[in-house]
């Protein structure tokens, strides 16, 4: 296994083309509801892998692009940036500036979640006894018995969990039916289970690492969603239409609540029952919840799965890398222009740091360090006196 600049920009095409389809895909409602929320997540999963993972396999047959291509990535590669007297690549400049500015975001990421939780640990003595109770009871019903706590935050308005080592569970200073605090406990403690906190969290370090690509934060964008999707259908799962009328009437009941201004949007790891800055999407949430709808079986999930893992595999097998031709000035031998293929040609590196190319008839050619190092970056081999 090896990495090259290559198989980083296949990586970025690949993942970036991965992540528009789905995101097309996961725009038509026939997709989600017949796939299921599930099947989207791993399709998720399997464009993240592709994101982070750029090697390349010794199965990996370079594709060589002549023509502009080339051109323009020999003289990006020969570009230097005047620093302090002597010249850095562009490419040493750009990652630079990459890992810069990479640093800064995940620092200000965890900066602002330190703020938060500062500003939201005062309200950890604020107990509701009515909310424990309830969660209490959403405990018991679960199958997998994770201990979570409950408070009332007066500078918040709507209720949100947050935590992966110690879980919180923040209700605004409103009063709720002991139906709606079920509601609300029940959405809250299946995103604990869920581990949607730990998956948010993820996300939002692979946009600080990954922070030039647009695509990151609309996939970012979309797993937000798909996370509530998967909650409500995990949640409802076992309710009567009732309850999940009930459920909704929640929803909307918590969209209408009194605005806190000074208390600003949650914490960017929350997960919460309902988000102000997202009501265009509570429209699917409703419909995936009240309207029943055929999902294929566990067999065509499946091949959509495996189609999708075939697609990345077959990413690795190929690299679309530049191809370089000689310059015909460094091969004149009279009036006519000499042309090689790079199987018949060999570096020669002279004693005092020169370089020549030798022809297999045992003609020599001179040339400069540039062209020396485009031949040998190209694979052609090189030879010392």
Known sequence: MSFSLFSFLMSVLFSTTFILAIH??????????????????????????????????????????????????????????????????????????????????????????????????PCHKNRSYAA??????????????????????????????????????????????????????????THFCNRDGIVKLLTLILCCVFWWNPAVYLLKKDVEQILEIKCDVNATEDFSKKQRLEYLLTIVRTLKGNPQPEGGNPPLTATGLVSRTEHDDIKERFELITKATKRFGMRYQAAFVGLAVLVVVLSYTFVLQSAFDPPSEEILSDDSTVRWDAEDILIIQHHDMTYSIMLTNGEMHPIDDVTANIYIGAGTKIRKE
């Open 132 to 189: 424990e109770r309830v969660l209490a009871k959403v405990r018991k019903k679960a199958e997998d018995k994770i201990f979570v706590s409950v408070c009332v935050c007066p500078d918040i308005d709507t209720p949100f969990g947050m935590g992966i080592i110690q879980r919180w569970i923040y209700l605004p200073d409103e009063e709720y039916t002991r139906e709606e605090l079920y509601y609300i406990m029940k959405h809250e403690y």
């Open 24 to 121: 097309a895909l996961r725009n038509r409602p026939f997709f989600l509801k017949s796939f299921g929320v599930h099947t989207l997540l791993i399709i998720y999963g399997l464009c993240l892998f592709r994101m982070v993972f750029v090697i390349e396999l010794p199965i990996t047959v370079p594709v060589e692009l002549r023509g502009t291509f080339s051109h323009t990535y020999a003289r990006i590669r020969q570009y230097q940036v005047p620093v302090g007297g002597s010249g850095v690549a562009i490419i040493d400049v750009l990652i630079f500036i990459w890992i810069v500015v990479a640093v800064a975001l995940f620092v200000r990421l965890i900066w602002r979640e330190h703020i938060s939780r500062k500003q939201l640990s």
